[in-house]
């Protein structure tokens, strides 16, 4: 055989295998949520960069309609249910942290499943778990697929988040940045935590680098779009980012000032929270009566606030260090002493 039959043989499988690939998969039951309404019974042909596309009723029938929404015109899609065994099986997996076996179910799920989305998901989560099992090189190589197979896919934040996140971890920092850049540009079609998360993670970038004062010259002007009424979860994110690197670059005043403007904002109580603990883990470094005071009066809110239990916990144990030096400081009164250790039964 010639070099050239070979190579015509060549691309003829290739493209039988693209026309395989690009067959249509079979519709799958959905409710589609708009501004207006949820259209509830929905048969989703497929959820592109484009738009999605369904069906209304009997979707086998031979004069059904196809309906297509475009971007904007639709908030989400809601898949109902799963259908495949090896889906399932990996979901199981994963949610019992078998990250290998739960990675080898999702790559053969993308072979057996009859949905599109269930394909999606299970490419994604492949290279997931793939990645927390350190298994980089094959991560990347499981989203490759993934984006050959689904170009126009509505979930390229996620896709790029991973890839930048192991790069990152690998200690290539170009590669890492490029990445993040490409999500705060394209955050308006990615969706709505897109731009946040590329802002931070070219942050994470610099911080790598202990680049803090870039870290700060980056977040500064972004923070300062935000508005905590609309934006409050990437308000805080930002404003606690922007206040650990300015600790970090030795300017403790300005990082005050940067946790004060963030807890008194409408944002949320977790946020808040760790704004107010960071601030009395710098009020406590003097350890003299005035500062431990103040101090308390900061962890103490951080502990009413509610934050999550990482938060919380540190809380607590700052607390009660805090309520020991102050029962020892020979400057403060026994009635002063008796009140502080009342607070102990509370903590």
């Not at 996140?165 to 955050?187: C, F, N, P």
Request: charged share 25%; aromatic share 8%.
């Amino acid at each position: 055989m010639n070099t050239l039959t070979t190579r015509g043989r060549i691309i003829t499988l290739l493209a039988f295998v693209a026309a395989a690939q690009a067959v249509t998969m079979e519709p799958a039951p959905a409710t589609v949520s708009t501004v207006e309404k949820q259209i509830e019974s929905a048969w989703v042909e497929s959820e592109t960069t484009e738009g999605v596309v369904f069906y209304l009723g009997d979707w086998k029938s031979p004069n059904r309609l196809a309906t297509t929404r475009k971007p904007g015109a639709y908030l989400k899609v809601i898949y109902l249910g799963n259908n495949d065994v090896n889906v399932m099986k990996a979901d199981v997996q994963y949610a019992s942290s078998d990250w290998d076996k739960a990675a080898e179910s999702y790559k053969k799920a993308t072979t057996t499943a009859k949905w599109n989305w269930e394909v999606e998901h299970s490419y994604r989560r492949a290279a997931e778990c793939l990645a927390r099992a350190n298994k980089a090189t094959d991560a990347i190589a499981v989203q490759k697929e993934y984006l050959t197979r689904f170009p126009k896919n509505v979930h390229m934040a996620e896709v790029v988040s991973l890839r930048a996140r192991l790069a990152l971890a690998a200690g290539d920092h170009v590669s890492a940045l490029t990445d993040y850049k490409e999500m705060t540009a394209q955050g308006a079609k990615w969706g709505p935590t897109a731009e946040v998360e590329g802002h931070l993670g070219q942050r994470s970038v610099l911080v790598a680098q202990k680049k803090f004062a870039d870290a700060v010259a980056l977040l500064t002007p972004y923070w300062a779009k935000l508005k905590p009424d609309t934006d409050a979860d990437a308000f805080g994110q930002v404003a606690l980012a922007v206040a650990s690197d300015l600790e970090a670059d030795g300017k403790t005043a300005e990082c005050i000032g940067a946790l004060k403007k963030t807890y008194l904002a409408p944002i949320t109580s977790e946020a808040q929270a760790r704004a107010r603990l960071h601030h009395a883990r710098l009020l406590a470094k003097p350890n003299d009566t005035d500062n431990n005071l103040a101090a308390f009066d900061q962890v103490a809110i951080a502990a009413l606030l509610g934050g999550d239990a990482e938060t919380q916990a540190a809380a607590t144990k700052l607390a009660r260090e805090l309520i020991s030096r102050i029962d020892k400081d020979a400057k403060l009164s026994d009635v002063i002493h008796k009140e502080y250790r009342s607070y102990l039964s509370s903590l």
